[in-house]
């Protein structure tokens, strides 16, 4: 088809052409303050001149950017960004910005604790252990002897024994996290439900020390469930018998696990309790106690020298003495009332005097 000058289809599309030009001059982009009318007819070389290419950095061009409120941000993202890219002068401050060391984002982090410091991991160390040991003999052996430390070794040691030692040693350690505790508690518990019917010496003992650590940790109720399960296994092994035929050390073992079981049931009487515990004999031995069997051996490794492990064999024998001693005047004292409480305070004043001067 052939178009003459004065074609009315030549002259609109000459008229459109000057629309457009007048349209889309920078100078009438600049007046109506808006980019968006450009929309896909800008080409990159078409925006040279535009005021945004004389920015001298990238924070000027990003502040104008959001602040100016002359375009939508997804127009600038979708149609304008890879454009505004190809300007020398923005690919100058752009590869700049790159090239600057960034700053370091000092966001607040929350306080987490470490994994190697949880006090948990401690158990994974032979210190842990080995405190336990040292505190059990220094504050709880001397008020709970249940075993000679004549021939007592801790490598040979019955594993339900030692980890009873363990347990009351962590007791009356410092510094418990409560972690640890959760931790040595579930021990015990587990510890205890392996040896309640495995009737031996060893295990009975370390049923008396359960029960007297979970006394001194204040649990009753544990302490008077494993008294319980200690008086039984001690009647199973015939402890009330007096067995001269069994070597002295084992004797003695014996006679002081048996004292304690009376002196524990004595007691678990100062209170109402579920769990019963039959005894023949409530009277105390307190002469059964010798420093000789307290002495520790040299596997022990408590103390560098003999005089001081004299002097914890005696203190251990004298504090065992004087803790029985006050278990059975409460006991006595449940059952009187008045008069008889006063006889009954002169006759263990006397009894009293008699072992404070027997100690020194």
């Not at 100058?92 to 700053?103: L, V």
């Amino acid at each position: 088809m052939r178009l003459g000058k004065n074609s009315k289809l030549l002259t609109d599309a000459i008229n459109s052409k000057v629309l457009l030009e007048s349209e889309y001059s920078s100078k009438n982009l600049k007046e109506k303050g808006s980019l968006s009318l450009i929309k896909y007819t800008h080409k990159a070389d078409n925006i040279y001149n535009y005021e945004w290419s004389n920015f001298q950095n990238i924070e000027q061009f990003g502040h104008y950017i959001i602040n100016s409120k002359k375009f939508p941000i997804l127009e600038f993202i979708y149609r304008w960004s890879g454009d505004l890219q190809s300007i020398p002068k923005i690919q100058s401050f752009m590869s700049d910005d790159k090239n600057e060391p960034k700053e370091i984002y000092s966001k607040p982090r929350p306080m987490l604790i470490s994994v190697i410091a949880r006090p948990l991991l401690s158990i994974l160390q032979e210190a842990f252990w080995r405190g336990l040991i040292e505190s059990y003999f220094k504050f709880f052996h001397p008020i709970c002897t249940l075993f000679s430390l004549v021939n007592f070794d801790l490598k040979s040691a019955p594993e339900p024994l030692l980890s009873a030692i363990y347990f009351a040693g962590f007791i009356t350690s410092l510094n418990r996290s409560e972690e640890i505790k959760s931790y040595m508690h579930s021990y015990a518990i587990i510890n205890i439900k392996k040896i309640l019917f495995r009737v031996n010496l060893s295990n009975a003992q370390a049923l008396g020390i359960y029960s007297f650590a979970f006394y001194i940790n204040g649990n009753s109720k544990l302490s008077r469930v494993c008294l319980s399960h200690f008086a039984r296994m001690n009647h199973n092994l015939g402890l009330t018998i007096n067995r001269k035929n069994l070597p002295l050390i084992d004797q003695y073992n014996s006679k002081i696990v048996y004292n304690n079981m009376r002196l524990y049931y004595s007691w678990a009487k100062l209170g109402p309790s579920s769990y019963e515990v039959t005894c023949e004999d409530e009277e105390a031995g307190l002469d059964i106690y010798d420093p000789k069997y307290q002495y520790p051996n040299s596997s022990l490794n408590l103390y560098n020298n003999e005089y001081l492990s004299t002097l914890y064999s005696v203190f251990c024998t004298r504090l065992a003495k004087l803790n029985n001693f006050l278990t059975a005047i409460n006991s006595k004292f449940c059952k009187y009332k008045g008069k008889m409480i006063e006889n009954e305070i002169e006759s263990l004043s006397t009894k009293a005097e008699k072992i404070y001067k027997d100690a020194k």
